[in-house]
Nanobody, 123 residues
């Protein structure tokens, strides 16, 4: 299973960006999907997650500003509004997925990570 993230860039404080992350490969199923971020010198932290049923969870620092969503084609999105300089980080998508094996069987659920996309918010 491969995850391809896109949508990062440079934006002024108060602006918006939309991140996308598409899963591909021999996908048997995808359960939870989400976004983490890692700022320079800091640990990676959970930004938002969404279950297969659409239940969402957000870090307190982004509640009311960010919205996570997913479609039926194994793509997860992160709409980021009212961006702040402290949102500057590399954003990584993650998906809990089972990979299809031969003869209709699947692997155990594993977390797969995207390559990261840089978001820079200028003041």
């Amino acid at each position: 299973v491969q995850l391809q993230a896109s949508g990062g860039g440079l934006v002024q404080a108060g602006g918006s960006l939309r991140l996308s992350c598409a899963a591909s490969g021999r996908i048997f199923s995808i359960n939870d999907m989400g976004w983490y971020r890692q700022a320079p010198g800091k640990q990676r932290e959970l930004v938002a997650s969404i279950t297969r049923d659409g239940n969402t969870n957000y870090a307190d620092s982004v509640k009311g500003r960010f919205t996570i969503s997913r479609d039926s084609k194994n793509t997860v999105y992160l709409q980021m509004n009212s961006l702040r300089p402290e949102d500057t980080a590399v954003y990584y998508c993650i998906a809990a997925s089972r990979e299809l094996k031969g003869w209709g069987k699947a692997t155990a659920e594993t977390n797969y990570w995207g390559q990261g996309t840089l978001v820079t918010v200028s003041s």
